[in-house]
């Protein structure tokens, strides 16, 4: 019976060593999936954020060419009102 008992007592040093294990595995997987979990959102961000400034830059360039717009249509206008303004003193 003493050899019995013996033997019991090494598979429970065996299961709980195991369960240890399986314990510690199991924090190990956690981490490694709540670092992955971290490195996606930081990708992500920093995708968000490259869109963003991308649209920004978009925003102004065509902000830009508004303002360039305006001034070419301004422009054109002074001279037309120039000119205009030359053929009715010619014509007097």
Do not use: V
């Not at 050899?3 to 040093?13: D, H, I, M, T, V």
């Not at 924090?27 to 971290?38: F, L």
């Not at 925003?59 to 030359?86: F, T």
């Amino acid at each position: 019976m003493g050899c019995q008992l013996l033997s019991f007592q090494g598979c429970r040093r065996d299961i709980s060593y195991t369960e240890q294990q399986f314990k510690e595995r199991e924090r190990e997987e956690k981490k490694e999936e709540e670092e992955e979990e971290e490195q996606q959102q930081q990708e992500q961000q920093e995708q968000e954020e490259e869109e963003e400034e991308e649209e920004e830059e978009e925003e102004e360039e065509e902000e830009q060419e508004q303002e360039q717009e305006q001034e070419q249509e301004e422009e054109r206008k002074k001279n037309n009102n120039k000119k205009n303004k030359n053929k009715k003193n010619k014509k007097k």
